[in-house]
Protein backbone atom coordinates (compact mmCIF):
# COMPACT_ATOMS: atom_id res chain seq x y z
CA UNK A 1 0.00 0.00 0.00
CA UNK A 2 1.23 3.61 -0.55
CA UNK A 3 0.18 6.49 1.30
CA UNK A 4 -0.61 9.46 -0.75
CA UNK A 5 -2.20 13.05 -0.61
CA UNK A 6 -3.93 13.62 -4.19
CA UNK A 7 -5.87 17.08 -4.31
CA UNK A 8 -5.92 17.41 -0.47
CA UNK A 9 -7.63 14.26 0.47
CA UNK A 10 -5.56 11.16 1.86
CA UNK A 11 -6.01 8.27 0.29
CA UNK A 12 -4.26 4.88 -0.14
CA UNK A 13 -3.55 2.63 -2.84
CA UNK A 14 -2.42 -0.85 -4.00
CA UNK A 15 0.18 -0.92 -6.78
CA UNK A 16 3.33 -1.49 -7.22
CA UNK A 17 5.53 1.27 -6.30
CA UNK A 18 7.65 1.32 -9.51
CA UNK A 19 4.15 2.50 -10.84
CA UNK A 20 4.02 6.03 -12.72
CA UNK A 21 2.61 8.29 -11.09
CA UNK A 22 0.19 8.95 -13.94
CA UNK A 23 -1.35 5.34 -14.47
CA UNK A 24 -1.94 5.78 -10.96
CA UNK A 25 -4.08 8.68 -11.04
CA UNK A 26 -5.74 7.97 -14.00
CA UNK A 27 -6.55 4.07 -13.87
CA UNK A 28 -6.67 3.89 -10.08
CA UNK A 29 -8.49 7.06 -8.59
CA UNK A 30 -10.41 8.00 -11.31
CA UNK A 31 -8.68 11.48 -12.07
CA UNK A 32 -8.47 11.44 -15.84
CA UNK A 33 -7.46 15.46 -16.61
CA UNK A 34 -3.78 14.59 -16.59
CA UNK A 35 -3.05 13.28 -19.96
CA UNK A 36 -0.56 10.65 -21.49
CA UNK A 37 1.21 12.15 -24.14
CA UNK A 38 5.14 10.56 -24.97
CA UNK A 39 5.81 8.39 -21.65
CA UNK A 40 9.54 9.77 -21.37
CA UNK A 41 9.28 13.43 -20.10
CA UNK A 42 9.36 14.73 -23.49
CA UNK A 43 6.01 16.59 -23.81
CA UNK A 44 4.51 18.02 -20.77
CA UNK A 45 0.95 17.01 -20.85
CA UNK A 46 1.22 14.47 -18.13
CA UNK A 47 2.35 17.79 -16.00
CA UNK A 48 0.85 17.64 -12.16
CA UNK A 49 2.03 19.24 -8.96
CA UNK A 50 4.41 16.82 -6.55
CA UNK A 51 5.03 19.24 -3.09
CA UNK A 52 4.26 22.32 -5.55
CA UNK A 53 6.78 21.46 -8.17
CA UNK A 54 6.02 20.84 -11.90
CA UNK A 55 6.64 16.86 -11.93
CA UNK A 56 5.96 14.91 -15.52
CA UNK A 57 3.83 12.38 -13.83
CA UNK A 58 4.50 10.02 -16.72
CA UNK A 59 8.23 9.02 -15.29
CA UNK A 60 7.41 9.89 -11.80
CA UNK A 61 6.84 6.55 -9.96
CA UNK A 62 4.56 6.62 -7.36
CA UNK A 63 6.94 5.72 -4.63
CA UNK A 64 8.61 9.33 -4.75
CA UNK A 65 4.87 10.57 -4.37
CA UNK A 66 4.67 8.45 -1.23
CA UNK A 67 3.33 10.54 1.68
CA UNK A 68 3.92 13.37 -0.25
CA UNK A 69 1.22 16.28 -1.59
CA UNK A 70 0.11 15.48 -4.89
CA UNK A 71 -2.17 18.33 -7.23
CA UNK A 72 -3.67 17.72 -10.74
CA UNK A 73 -5.68 19.59 -12.80
CA UNK A 74 -8.78 18.42 -11.31
CA UNK A 75 -7.64 19.87 -7.70
CA UNK A 76 -5.79 22.93 -8.84
CA UNK A 77 -8.46 24.99 -7.42
CA UNK A 78 -12.50 24.33 -5.94
CA UNK A 79 -14.59 25.07 -8.70
CA UNK A 80 -12.17 25.18 -11.83
CA UNK A 81 -11.30 29.16 -11.20
CA UNK A 82 -7.54 29.55 -10.59
CA UNK A 83 -6.56 32.38 -12.31
CA UNK A 84 -4.59 30.63 -15.07
CA UNK A 85 -7.62 28.50 -15.28
CA UNK A 86 -9.92 32.07 -15.55
CA UNK A 87 -7.25 33.59 -17.72
CA UNK A 88 -7.37 30.08 -20.20
CA UNK A 89 -11.48 30.78 -21.01
CA UNK A 90 -10.93 34.24 -21.42
CA UNK A 91 -8.54 33.90 -24.08
CA UNK A 92 -9.91 30.67 -25.39
CA UNK A 93 -6.47 29.22 -25.23
CA UNK A 94 -7.12 25.88 -26.51
CA UNK A 95 -7.84 24.10 -29.64
CA UNK A 96 -8.05 20.24 -29.47
CA UNK A 97 -7.11 20.67 -25.38
CA UNK A 98 -5.06 17.77 -25.30
CA UNK A 99 -2.18 19.25 -23.59
CA UNK A 100 -3.52 22.52 -21.68
CA UNK A 101 -4.50 20.89 -18.55
CA UNK A 102 -0.42 20.14 -18.78
CA UNK A 103 0.11 23.61 -19.92
CA UNK A 104 -2.17 25.11 -17.14
CA UNK A 105 -0.05 23.10 -13.96
CA UNK A 106 3.30 24.28 -15.82
CA UNK A 107 1.73 28.43 -15.83
CA UNK A 108 0.80 27.75 -12.36
CA UNK A 109 4.30 27.13 -11.02
CA UNK A 110 5.53 29.86 -12.55
CA UNK A 111 3.22 32.54 -11.43
CA UNK A 112 3.47 31.59 -7.40
CA UNK A 113 7.52 31.52 -8.24
CA UNK A 114 7.26 34.40 -10.40
CA UNK A 115 3.81 36.56 -10.15
CA UNK A 116 5.00 38.99 -13.00
CA UNK A 117 6.57 37.00 -15.48
CA UNK A 118 8.18 38.75 -18.63
CA UNK A 119 7.58 37.20 -22.25
CA UNK A 120 10.80 35.37 -21.65
CA UNK A 121 10.18 34.03 -18.37
CA UNK A 122 7.10 32.77 -19.89
CA UNK A 123 8.93 31.02 -22.89
CA UNK A 124 11.11 29.50 -20.22
CA UNK A 125 8.96 28.69 -18.05
CA UNK A 126 6.17 27.38 -21.20
CA UNK A 127 9.45 25.51 -22.88
CA UNK A 128 8.64 21.64 -21.98
CA UNK A 129 5.35 22.02 -22.90
CA UNK A 130 4.29 20.63 -26.44
CA UNK A 131 1.77 22.10 -27.85
CA UNK A 132 0.75 20.48 -31.39
CA UNK A 133 -1.99 23.26 -32.04
CA UNK A 134 0.36 25.75 -32.11
CA UNK A 135 -1.36 27.66 -28.96
CA UNK A 136 1.84 29.46 -27.99
CA UNK A 137 0.82 32.89 -28.38
CA UNK A 138 -2.40 32.43 -26.89
CA UNK A 139 -0.41 30.20 -24.18
CA UNK A 140 1.79 33.45 -23.28
CA UNK A 141 -0.97 35.85 -23.48
CA UNK A 142 -3.14 33.70 -20.75
CA UNK A 143 -0.32 34.09 -18.60
CA UNK A 144 0.01 38.08 -18.49
CA UNK A 145 -3.83 37.57 -18.17
CA UNK A 146 -3.56 35.61 -15.06
CA UNK A 147 -1.13 37.68 -13.43
CA UNK A 148 -3.10 40.30 -13.95
CA UNK A 149 -6.39 38.49 -12.22
CA UNK A 150 -3.73 37.66 -9.35
CA UNK A 151 -3.09 40.83 -8.70
CA UNK A 152 -6.57 42.45 -9.00
CA UNK A 153 -7.67 39.62 -6.60
CA UNK A 154 -4.87 40.43 -3.74
CA UNK B 1 66.96 30.68 37.34
CA UNK B 2 70.22 30.73 35.31
CA UNK B 3 72.48 33.21 36.41
CA UNK B 4 74.75 33.26 32.73
CA UNK B 5 71.60 33.00 30.65
CA UNK B 6 70.60 36.94 29.46
CA UNK B 7 67.79 37.97 31.08
CA UNK B 8 65.31 38.35 27.48
CA UNK B 9 67.30 35.67 25.73
CA UNK B 10 62.97 33.37 25.57
CA UNK B 11 62.11 36.67 24.40
CA UNK B 12 64.47 37.07 22.08
CA UNK B 13 64.45 33.44 20.74
CA UNK B 14 61.02 33.51 20.07
CA UNK B 15 60.50 36.84 18.54
CA UNK B 16 63.18 35.80 15.82
CA UNK B 17 61.31 32.32 15.48
CA UNK B 18 58.22 34.09 15.21
CA UNK B 19 59.54 36.46 12.90
CA UNK B 20 60.81 33.31 10.75
CA UNK B 21 57.62 31.43 10.67
CA UNK B 22 55.77 34.38 9.86
CA UNK B 23 58.34 34.87 6.56
CA UNK B 24 58.04 31.56 6.06
CA UNK B 25 54.12 31.37 6.04
CA UNK B 26 54.42 34.60 3.74
CA UNK B 27 57.20 32.88 1.34
CA UNK B 28 54.66 30.54 0.86
CA UNK B 29 51.32 32.29 0.15
CA UNK B 30 53.22 34.18 -2.20
CA UNK B 31 55.00 31.58 -4.30
CA UNK B 32 51.15 29.39 -4.56
CA UNK B 33 48.95 32.40 -4.56
CA UNK B 34 49.32 32.05 -8.48
CA UNK B 35 47.38 28.86 -8.09
CA UNK B 36 45.38 30.27 -5.24
CA UNK B 37 46.20 27.37 -3.24
CA UNK B 38 46.20 28.09 0.52
CA UNK B 39 48.61 27.47 2.92
CA UNK B 40 47.05 24.25 4.01
CA UNK B 41 47.15 22.74 0.34
CA UNK B 42 50.55 24.13 0.37
CA UNK B 43 51.79 21.62 3.23
CA UNK B 44 49.73 18.78 1.85
CA UNK B 45 50.84 19.19 -1.36
CA UNK B 46 54.87 19.48 0.21
CA UNK B 47 54.19 16.28 1.74
CA UNK B 48 53.76 14.57 -1.63
CA UNK B 49 56.48 13.34 -4.25
CA UNK B 50 55.73 15.98 -7.31
CA UNK B 51 56.52 14.90 -10.23
CA UNK B 52 55.71 16.83 -13.52
CA UNK B 53 55.75 14.17 -15.90
CA UNK B 54 53.68 11.55 -13.79
CA UNK B 55 51.13 14.47 -12.64
CA UNK B 56 50.62 15.34 -16.44
CA UNK B 57 50.48 12.20 -17.98
CA UNK B 58 47.43 11.21 -15.32
CA UNK B 59 45.78 14.22 -16.23
CA UNK B 60 45.86 13.55 -19.77
CA UNK B 61 43.98 10.48 -18.64
CA UNK B 62 41.25 12.50 -16.69
CA UNK B 63 41.03 15.00 -19.29
CA UNK B 64 39.88 12.25 -21.61
CA UNK B 65 37.21 11.77 -18.84
CA UNK B 66 35.66 15.17 -18.42
CA UNK B 67 35.53 15.86 -21.92
CA UNK B 68 33.26 12.30 -22.61
CA UNK B 69 29.54 13.50 -23.03
CA UNK B 70 29.07 11.95 -19.55
CA UNK B 71 30.52 14.28 -17.67
CA UNK B 72 31.07 17.54 -19.96
CA UNK B 73 27.06 17.62 -21.07
CA UNK B 74 26.64 18.70 -17.05
CA UNK B 75 29.37 20.88 -17.02
CA UNK B 76 28.75 23.12 -20.67
CA UNK B 77 29.76 26.76 -21.86
CA UNK B 78 26.08 28.23 -21.71
CA UNK B 79 23.18 28.14 -19.42
CA UNK B 80 21.63 25.11 -21.16
CA UNK B 81 22.93 21.67 -20.43
CA UNK B 82 23.94 19.50 -23.07
CA UNK B 83 22.52 15.90 -24.47
CA UNK B 84 23.47 12.74 -26.29
CA UNK B 85 26.49 11.50 -27.42
CA UNK B 86 26.95 14.22 -29.80
CA UNK B 87 25.83 16.75 -26.92
CA UNK B 88 23.69 18.66 -28.86
CA UNK B 89 21.85 21.09 -26.48
CA UNK B 90 19.25 19.92 -24.46
CA UNK B 91 15.95 19.82 -25.88
CA UNK B 92 13.19 22.24 -24.65
CA UNK B 93 16.38 24.17 -23.66
CA UNK B 94 15.74 23.99 -19.56
CA UNK B 95 17.79 26.96 -18.40
CA UNK B 96 20.96 26.52 -15.07
CA UNK B 97 18.68 28.74 -12.63
CA UNK B 98 20.67 30.48 -9.53
CA UNK B 99 21.17 27.38 -7.92
CA UNK B 100 21.97 24.95 -11.61
CA UNK B 101 18.35 23.01 -10.83
CA UNK B 102 16.37 24.54 -13.63
CA UNK B 103 13.97 27.59 -13.46
CA UNK B 104 9.62 27.37 -12.86
CA UNK B 105 8.28 24.34 -14.23
CA UNK B 106 11.79 23.04 -16.16
CA UNK B 107 13.53 21.99 -13.18
CA UNK B 108 16.07 19.65 -13.81
CA UNK B 109 14.00 17.35 -11.00
CA UNK B 110 10.72 17.49 -12.99
CA UNK B 111 11.73 14.93 -15.40
CA UNK B 112 14.98 13.61 -13.74
CA UNK B 113 14.30 10.87 -11.16
CA UNK B 114 16.02 9.23 -8.69
CA UNK B 115 17.47 6.71 -11.06
CA UNK B 116 17.44 6.11 -14.70
CA UNK B 117 14.04 5.82 -16.12
CA UNK B 118 13.96 2.59 -18.42
CA UNK B 119 14.12 3.32 -22.21
CA UNK B 120 15.66 4.89 -25.03
CA UNK B 121 15.62 8.80 -24.93
CA UNK B 122 14.33 8.72 -21.46
CA UNK B 123 15.68 10.76 -18.71
CA UNK B 124 19.05 9.49 -16.99
CA UNK B 125 18.29 9.72 -13.48
CA UNK B 126 20.44 10.27 -10.08
CA UNK B 127 19.41 12.30 -6.23
CA UNK B 128 21.71 15.12 -7.21
CA UNK B 129 20.87 15.89 -10.69
CA UNK B 130 22.25 19.91 -10.93
CA UNK B 131 24.32 21.88 -13.21
CA UNK B 132 26.70 23.89 -11.22
CA UNK B 133 25.30 26.71 -9.95
CA UNK B 134 25.56 30.08 -11.76
CA UNK B 135 27.94 31.86 -9.73
CA UNK B 136 30.50 28.77 -10.18
CA UNK B 137 29.84 27.37 -13.18
CA UNK B 138 32.81 25.18 -13.56
CA UNK B 139 32.51 25.06 -17.39
CA UNK B 140 33.90 22.27 -19.14
CA UNK B 141 33.52 22.27 -22.56
CA UNK B 142 35.70 24.06 -24.78
CA UNK B 143 38.72 24.15 -22.60
CA UNK B 144 42.46 23.01 -23.15
CA UNK B 145 43.83 20.26 -21.12
CA UNK B 146 46.01 23.42 -19.57
CA UNK B 147 42.80 25.53 -19.24
CA UNK B 148 40.68 22.92 -17.51
CA UNK B 149 43.70 21.57 -15.35
CA UNK B 150 44.80 24.91 -14.34
CA UNK B 151 40.28 25.74 -13.74
CA UNK B 152 40.30 22.53 -11.87
CA UNK B 153 42.70 23.74 -8.85
CA UNK B 154 41.39 27.10 -8.64
CA UNK B 155 39.65 27.99 -5.94
CA UNK B 156 38.09 30.48 -6.81
CA UNK B 157 36.58 28.90 -9.79
CA UNK B 158 35.98 25.07 -8.37
CA UNK B 159 33.79 25.76 -5.19
CA UNK B 160 36.69 26.90 -3.07
CA UNK B 161 37.88 23.08 -2.90
CA UNK B 162 41.17 22.30 -1.73
CA UNK B 163 43.55 19.67 -2.79
CA UNK B 164 41.92 17.58 -0.09
CA UNK B 165 38.42 18.10 -1.46
CA UNK B 166 39.39 17.38 -4.98
CA UNK B 167 40.80 14.06 -4.09
CA UNK B 168 37.33 13.56 -2.08
CA UNK B 169 35.62 14.76 -5.00
CA UNK B 170 36.11 11.87 -7.26
CA UNK B 171 33.42 9.67 -4.55
CA UNK B 172 30.94 12.24 -5.11
CA UNK B 173 27.82 10.70 -6.11
CA UNK B 174 26.84 13.03 -9.54
CA UNK B 175 30.52 12.18 -10.49
CA UNK B 176 30.03 8.39 -10.15
CA UNK B 177 26.74 8.81 -12.27
CA UNK B 178 28.71 8.81 -15.23
CA UNK B 179 29.26 5.78 -15.24
CA UNK B 180 25.25 4.53 -15.04
CA UNK B 181 24.47 6.55 -18.19
CA UNK B 182 20.59 5.76 -19.11
CA UNK B 183 20.22 3.07 -21.85
CA UNK B 184 21.54 3.93 -25.63
CA UNK B 185 24.22 6.26 -23.91
CA UNK B 186 28.07 5.43 -23.90
CA UNK B 187 30.18 5.11 -21.29
CA UNK B 188 32.95 7.03 -20.40
CA UNK B 189 36.41 6.02 -21.89
CA UNK B 190 38.11 4.15 -18.64
CA UNK B 191 36.17 2.43 -15.65
CA UNK B 192 35.75 4.83 -12.22
CA UNK B 193 38.65 3.05 -10.49
CA UNK B 194 40.77 4.08 -13.56
CA UNK B 195 39.72 7.58 -13.44
CA UNK B 196 40.28 7.89 -9.67
CA UNK B 197 43.44 6.19 -9.88
CA UNK B 198 44.26 8.59 -12.72
CA UNK B 199 42.85 11.81 -10.80
CA UNK B 200 44.49 11.07 -7.00
CA UNK B 201 47.64 10.79 -9.02
CA UNK B 202 47.77 13.86 -11.02
CA UNK B 203 46.32 15.71 -8.31
CA UNK B 204 49.26 14.11 -5.74
CA UNK B 205 52.24 14.33 -8.03
CA UNK B 206 51.34 18.14 -7.88
CA UNK B 207 48.28 18.73 -10.07
CA UNK B 208 50.83 20.16 -13.01
CA UNK B 209 48.70 21.57 -16.07
CA UNK B 210 49.98 19.77 -19.61
CA UNK B 211 51.01 22.73 -21.58
CA UNK B 212 49.25 23.16 -24.76
CA UNK B 213 51.33 21.49 -27.01
CA UNK B 214 50.89 18.34 -25.36
Redesign the interface.
Known amino acids: MISLNVNEKDLQVDVDPETPLLWVLRDHLDLPGTKYGCG???CGAC?VHLEG????SC???VK?AENKKVVTIEGLAENNDHPVQQAWTEVDVPQCGYCHSGQI???A??LK??PNPTDE?ID??????ICRCGTYSRIRKAIHVAAEINKSST | MNPFKPKNQGKILSTVGGVFLILLVVGISVGMSEKNFSTEDYIELSSLKKDSVVSKEAFKKVYSVLMHPRCMNCHPSGDIPLQGDDSHLHGMSPQRGEDGKGVYAMKCANCHQNENTPGIHAPPGNPEWHLPPADMKMIFQGRTANELAKQLIDKSKNGNKSIKDLIAHAEDTLVKAGWHPAEGLSLPPMSHKEFKEAWVTWLKTGAYAPDNSE
Open positions: VAQVEAVRVTKRMSAVLENDLAMAGN
